[in-house]
Every structure is written in C-alpha cells, then in structure tokens.
C-alpha cells in the first residue's frame, strides 16, 4: 500500500509539472504573439508558389501573397491557383482559392531561422474534360500547416526548405506539400550599403 501511494504521488507530481511547462509553452507563445502585434508592421510580399502531390502526381501550386511582418509573426493574405489532370478521367481539374496565413517565428538567429506556418483559404474547384466542357465545380476550403527552415551559407545568400501537409476535403486536392530555393538576405546587404557607401543611396531612402 505504502508503495502503491508512493507511486501515485510521484505519477501526480510528474503530471504537474508536465501540465506546468505546457501552460508555460502556451503562455510564451501567446505573450509573443500579443508583443509582435504591438510591434511596428512593415510591408511584406512576394511570390509564394510550392510543390505538392496529387493522387500521386507531381503538380506546382502558384502563388503570390502580400502583408505585414512584425519581427516574431506576420500576416499575409495570398492568391492560389493549379491545374491538375486526371489521366483515367480523361479530364483536368483547376483549384483556385485564397488564403490567409500566420507566420510564427520558432527560432532566429545569424545562420538558422525556423518558422511555422499556418494558412486557410476559401476558393473553388472546376472540372473539364478533354473538350472544356463542364463536368462538375464546387467550393474548397484548404488548411494548410508547414514548416519553414533557412540557414545562411554566406552573408548574403543562404537556403530555404519548407514541408507540411494541405487538407481539402473530397477534391482530391490533399496532399503534401514542399519547397525549396535560395535566399537573398537584403536587410543585411541594406545596411553594409549604407555603412559603405552612404552615397550611393538617395537621401529620401536612407
């Protein structure tokens, strides 16, 4: 008995303190979101296509997304679109939608940064067969989690890798996704510009 209550209280306290540094994983992340908002926002943008697999198949999805970067997160908003085909179908899907994302910085430092990235979009499907008739169309609403990985190789390059998973329902859009490429690091090459050569940027930009 003595043996059994010891165990139940170890169990217990184990479970505590388990509990505790979870509180305080969600904590941490909410009180760095909440700072983030409060932070100036910037511009932020660019092309924001990915890799991905349908029904087994190798497709793009491209992209392009615009919004704000407040240090720790940001907040994009993004258009979508891909073509698919169906070879047994004898027809050709096309998926456009938008998306609005979170980007939750995990980690930055000189060489590593690691983000996690969580989008929801709202769009539609259309599919056509060989001709461009109509066969069927429906709305889609994709969720889209990844994470994105960039290390510095050289002060101002480095590479990108990002992987996750979309889900989207029965349209046969769910599936993988990825991407990878380089990385130019134009705040660092901003400022050495203007420590270098402070002439050779307009005063309005400096």
Known sequence: MRRLILTMVCWLNGSLWAQSDSVWALSH?????????????????GLD??????????????????????????LY????????????????FRYRYVSASLDYRLHDSWRWQ???????GLGAYSQRDLQGLELSSGA???????????????RYFGVTGAI????????????PIYT????IYGGT??????????????????
């Open 29 to 45: 992340w909410r009180d760095t979101l909440r700072s983030s908002f409060c932070q100036p926002a910037y511009p932020s943008g």
């Open 164 to 175: 996750g998973a979309r889900v989207a329902g029965g349209t046969y859009f769910s599936g």
């Open 189 to 206: 090459l901003w400022s050495d510009l203007k420590k270098e050569c402070p002439g050779c940027i307009p005063r309005a930009l400096r």
């Open 49 to 74: 296509s990915r890799r991905s697999y349908l029904a087994g198949l190798p497709v793009t999805i491209q992209g392009i997304r615009a919004g704000v970067d407040m240090g720790a997160a940001g």
């Open 77 to 92: 908003l993004g258009y979508y679109h891909c073509p698919y085909s169906r070879v047994e179908s004898q027809s050709e």
């Open 180 to 183: 990878y490429g380089l990385k």
């Open 140 to 154: 889609i609403l994709p969720v889209e989690v990844s994470v994105l990985a960039s290390v510095r190789i050289a």
């Open 114 to 120: 690691l983000w996690g990235i969580a989008q929801l």
